[in-house]
């Protein structure tokens, strides 16, 4: 059997076919992989949306559609019976590694009753303490029961009322501010609700006073 001449042609043949079986191998692993990491980020949601209500309130039903508000940022209602008590808000903001996306809960007063970050980029030891820091009893760390309506969610280098992550600012500026989003989304949400209900409330006064009338 002829051995084959090294040549570029040779060369350049031999690299496609390797790349061919190195995209076709990827490919498979993606295909075989895919499905339990999607199950495992439904389940990982379904879980925070449930972890971030208030633990006061029982039998609350969460909306299976979200509300979309804004690219970043998407509110489940959650009600008790028909009323609207509550709201799991899903966002994401841009931190020091790169995109996180969290759960932050909200009570019908825009109190934040907790919260999970679901994904991250942040540096091991620092940013990562985002999982944890803002729900600690220590200092000014908790952000669980305070609401972003009546400020004060600034980290305190820049006047603020929280005290950031160690070493790890930018994280914490980006932690609070998608916080403050999240709140505004869920406000939107309890706004229109209220709108409504005070419009409901204004028909059925006027019903009532031409009844008296006739």
């Known amino acids: ?20 079986v190195a995209a076709g ?3 498979a692993v993606y295909t075989v992989t895919e499905e339990p990491i999607n199950k495992a980020k439904a389940e990982k949601q379904a879980a925070a949306k449930l972890a971030v209500l208030p633990a006061d309130l029982e039998n ?16 489940y209602k959650v009600y008790q019976g028909d009323q609207l008590v509550a709201a799991a808000v899903e966002t994401k903001e841009n931190g020091f590694g790169g995109t996180f996306k969290m759960m932050v809960g909200f009570d019908k007063d825009g109190n934040v009753t907790g919260y999970q970050v679901l994904e991250h980029q942040e540096t091991p030891g620092l940013g990562s303490k985002m999982d944890e820091w803002f729900k600690t009893e220590r200092g000014d760390q908790n952000i669980v029961g305070r609401n972003p309506e009546k400020g004060g969610f600034i980290v305190r280098k820049d006047n603020g009322d929280v005290d950031a992550i160690t070493a790890a600012t930018i994280s914490s500026r980006a932690f609070l501010l998608a916080v403050t989003n999240a709140d505004s989304a869920s406000q939107k949400v309890f706004g229109a609700v209220q709108v409504v209900e005070a419009m409901s409330g204004a028909t059925t006064m006027t019903e009532n006073e031409n009844e008296k009338e006739d």
Not at 3 to 20: D, E, G, P, V
Not at 66 to 72: L, S
């Open 1 to 20: 059997m002829a051995k084959l001449k090294s040549s570029l042609t040779n060369m350049l043949l031999s690299l496609t076919l390797i790349a061919l």
């Open 25 to 27: 191998l990827l490919a």
């Open 60 to 75: 609350l039903v969460i909306s299976e559609e979200p509300e979309v508000v804004n690219e970043k940022t998407v509110v």
